[in-house]
């Protein structure tokens, strides 16, 4: 019985060897990987994509807020030309409070664009080893 007991396992094990041969065909396995790597750059062009639309978003919001604040240290020094000082106050006061926004905006435009640069140079790294692959 040990005779048959071995040949069965020499014939699974030729059997096992031809699978995995198959199945990990090198060819297959570097199309997957290629495959794979640009579905990838997809993801990540989706990603900077996003990324550039928010620093774009913040660009403009500190922009209007400092035109804002331009606007209500105009309104300000007219009032106080014209004597209303109930008038000047309140601007000022607009004025401090749309200059805290706008430090807040330029702060996180400021973050964001470094985010978008460097989700830049990662997509280009990516594309250069997707492109050097095929």
Not at 57 to 71: C, D, G, M, R, T
Not at 95 to 103: D, L, R, S
Not at 112 to 130: F, G, H, P, T, Y
């Amino acid at each position: 019985m040990s005779l048959f007991k071995r040949l069965r396992d020499v014939a699974l094990s030729n059997i096992y060897a031809l699978i995995e041969k198959k199945a990990e065909d090198p060819v297959k396995m570097t199309d997957q990987y290629l495959r794979d790597m640009q579905e990838d750059v997809r993801e990540a062009e989706k990603s900077v994509a996003a990324q550039i639309a928010l620093e774009k978003k913040f660009k403009a919001l500190y922009a209007e807020q400092s035109a804002l604040v331009k606007k209500r240290e105009e309104q300000a020094h007219l009032a106080v030309e014209a004597e209303n000082l109930d008038l000047a106050r309140r601007a000022i006061e607009d004025k401090q409070n749309a200059e805290q926004k706008m430090n807040e905006y330029k702060e996180r435009y400021e973050q964001n664009k470094a985010a978008s640069e460097n989700l830049r140079k990662k997509l280009d790294d990516m594309r250069k080893q997707v492109s050097a692959k095929r």
